[in-house]
């Protein structure tokens, strides 16, 4: 059974008008062409839908039974479309967004903040995750998009590097790499270093950059840079940490040092699926962040 939607509006025009005349006109058609499609719709339903003469027009008891379905079905077209317009308009909706605790901190919350007062109807939604676990959220369609240190492979996401994130070693105040103003990479070397988690972009960035300094491993290897912060201050070691995640390390007796090297930095990519279009407010949130002034 193929019911289209002009014979739908053709039989709620006559139900209404309850004259072929004049639901002819509402539906742009001659007398004798809607004619011709109110036939072709009780021929396709196999029911008599009206009882009709010279004087007036009624439903038959099978019209009255489709009469129900055909206002549910135009009334959910209604709503669809009334919908749609709203999304175009960015007055509902919904982004949500992947990103690494440390920018999802400051960063991000700034940009989102601009957002949702322009365009209150949005709803936002936002996962703090390491690297790893946003670009299986990204894959997975759990997020619109999301930002990360690695850009992911071309054939299953699409890209847009942000910004470079300069990279920071956070020591104790007592420490006498605190006095510098900035250091290098090599003096590093021989210092006891505790990781971030292999899981994060932290890690990921500052490995090829560590490996060949000559650092001693702590042993220690956290998720939450106020752990990190802790054991710092508390003299297990130093550590390295992008720039965004520098107020996320404060503690009484923590110094950050910027590193002057210019390898020293964690890009940020914004990252969605390949071949796979953003919603109206999501494409939005995209260009927003796209646009933004570097760090």
């Known amino acids: ?36 499609v109110i036939t072709r719709l009780e021929e396709t339903v196999g029911a008599r839908l009206f009882d009709r003469n010279t004087r007036h027009v009624d439903l038959t008891p099978e019209g009255e039974i489709f009469s129900q379905g055909a206002h549910r079905i135009a009334a959910e077209i209604a709503a669809t479309a009334q919908e749609l317009r709203d ?26 903040a601009q957002f949702r007062a322009d365009y209150p109807g949005i709803a936002l939604r936002l996962h703090d995750v390491v690297s790893d676990r946003c670009l299986d959220m990204i894959a997975q369609g759990e997020v619109d998009l999301g930002l990360n240190a690695q850009p992911g492979n071309e054939r299953e996401f699409e890209s847009t590097k942000l910004f470079d994130e300069r990279l920071y070693v956070v020591c104790p105040s007592s420490d006498a790499l605190a006095e510098r103003t900035e250091l290098r990479l ?30 001693r491993d702590s042993g220690l290897e956290v998720a939450q840079f106020g752990t990190l912060a802790g054991l710092i201050a508390a003299g297990f070691g130093i550590s390295l940490v992008p720039q965004f995640a520098v107020p996320l390390c404060t503690a009484p007796g923590i110094a950050a040092v910027l590193v002057a090297d210019r390898k020293a930095v964690r890009p940020i990519y914004m990252v969605k699926r390949r071949h796979r279009s953003l919603s109206t407010a999501a494409a939005d949130m995209w260009q927003r962040l796209s646009q933004s002034a570097a760090v």
Request: proline share 4%; net charge positive.
């Open 1 to 36: 059974m193929n019911l289209s939607g002009r014979l739908i509006d053709a039989f709620l025009a006559l139900e209404e008008t309850r004259r072929f005349a004049l639901a002819a006109q509402r539906c742009h058609l001659s007398a004798s062409a809607f004619s011709q």
């Open 87 to 112: 999304r175009a308009a960015r007055s509902v909706g919904k982004v949500s967004i992947a990103a690494p605790p440390s920018l999802a901190a400051s960063w991000l919350p700034q940009r989102m």
């Open 186 to 215: 090599r003096d590093l070397r021989g210092r006891e270093f505790i990781h971030t988690v292999r899981s994060g972009s932290v890690w990921q960035q500052t490995q090829p950059m560590l490996r060949d300094i000559g650092v």
